[in-house]
């Protein structure tokens, strides 16, 4: 069973910085993508950001495009999402998933994999921003 686990969540100030990590348990390169994904109260789960492993292509939703960045380590079976510029609408719990490495990535950075592609997930680490 491949597990996830996020770390490096917390809070902040308004304009601060945080690094989320998500490690897997087996090897980052048995996943064909990996994502970000964030969910706030009452509001629907979004995606924020993805990473297609092989090519290290990337996508990122409009409302974090230039602030966030997604990378990976192979090394150290790890992808990252540094947050610069962080708002209190980025105030969420943010999970990291990936889609198994049998699938397709759609799109370049794997932006139009469904969610239902992302099989395994870790249990969310929570960020609150401060004004």
């Known amino acids: 069973q491949v597990r996830l686990v996020e770390s490096g969540g917390g809070s902040v100030q308004a304009g601060g910085s945080l690094r989320l990590s998500c490690v897997v348990s087996?090897?980052?390169?048995?996943?064909?993508?990996m994502g970000w994904f964030r969910q706030a109260p009452g509001r629907e789960r979004e995606r924020v950001a993805s990473i297609n492993i092989d090519a290290g292509a990337t996508y990122y939703v409009d409302s974090v495009k230039g602030r966030f960045t997604i990378f990976q380590d192979i090394a150290k079976n790890t992808v990252y999402l540094e947050m610069n510029s962080l708002k209190p609408e980025d105030t969420a719990m943010y999970y990291c998933a990936a889609v198994p490495g049998h699938m397709t990535g759609l799109g370049p950075g794997c932006q139009f994999n469904p969610v239902t592609h992302f099989l395994y997930w870790g249990q969310g680490t929570r960020i609150t921003v401060s004004s």
């Open positions: 087996d090897y980052l390169n048995n996943h064909r993508c």
